[in-house]
T-cell receptor, first 119, second 114 residues
Framework: DTEVTQTPKHLVMGMTNKKSLKCEQHMGHRAMYWYKQKAKKPPELMFVYSYEKLSINESVPSRFSPECPNSSLLNLHLHALQPEDSALYLC??????????????????FGPGTRLTVT | GENVEQHPSTLSVQEGDSAVIKCTYSDSASNYFPWYKQELGKGPQLIIDIRSNVGEKKDQRIAVTLNKTAKHFSLHITETQPEDSAVYFCAASRLTGGGNKLTFGTGTQLKVEL
């Protein structure tokens, strides 16, 4: 099973609201990712968590705050967003492969996304 | 950083024909090249991938080829069907301990006509 689930499917929020996006996987994957995708564009990486620790932050504004409470869950907390933040937010996960010399990461599987509209 | 170019941006084929999508990458250290299919309103679905130690990989009607010297990789779909219609993204990454940081191409809208 290669399922990543995301809730909610759709979210409409005002610029003064605080909301959270949730992502869950039960594949035992130890890397989890947040991407942002605008219409007719490829996904853009926002954050990477490796073994529940933030390993990559692609210079994302602080109004986006990620959290990885455990190895199966990933949250994205949203506060004071702008209309241009409206997009499809995708979560993904990948398995760690422990090699002789170093750890490497395997295939990355995406969830269905949360369609966010900021009004 | 890595830069991935993808062509064509749109591709229309008749059902049963073959479709080919091509990508080039810039970072010679990239060693992992997945292809994703994204249908309208859905997340990207991994359909096939190839690592730099392999030149070709096939899975039923789908195949991917990699030319490391030229930094090219391509997706080949044979006997296309209407359900193959979607946006296809290529990607490249250097698998590291910090995670699988994918750089995507700009996407190809494939339309399979009856």
């Amino acid at each position: 099973d290669t399922e990543v689930t995301q809730t909610p499917k759709h979210l409409v929020m005002g610029m003064t609201n605080k909301k959270s996006l949730k992502c869950e996987q039960h594949m035992g994957h130890r890397a989890m990712y947040w991407y942002k995708q605008k219409a007719k564009k490829p996904p853009e990486l926002m954050f990477v968590y490796s073994y529940e620790k933030l390993s990559i932050n692609e210079s994302v504004p602080s109004r986006f705050s990620p959290e990885c409470p455990n190895s199966s869950l990933l949250n994205l907390h949203l506060h004071a967003l702008q209309p241009e933040d409206s997009a499809l937010y995708l979560c993904a996960s990948s398995q760690a492969r422990e090699g002789l010399a170093a750890r490497r990461w395997d295939e990355q599987y995406f969830g269905p996304g949360t369609r966010l509209t900021v009004t | 950083g890595e830069n991935v170019e993808q062509h064509p941006s749109t591709l229309s084929v008749q059902e049963g024909d073959s479709a080919v999508i091509k990508c080039t990458y810039s970072d010679s250290a990239s060693n992992y090249f997945p292809w994703y299919k994204q249908e309208l309103g859905k997340g990207p679905q991994l359909i096939i991938d190839i690592r730099s130690n392999v030149g070709e990989k096939k899975d039923q009607r789908i195949a991917v080829t990699l030319n490391k010297t030229a930094k090219h990789f391509s997706l080949h779909i044979t006997e296309t069907q209407p359900e193959d219609s979607a946006v296809y993204f290529c990607a490249a990454s250097r698998l590291t301990g910090g995670g699988n940081k994918l750089t995507f191409g700009t996407g190809t809208q494939l339309k399979v006509e009856l």
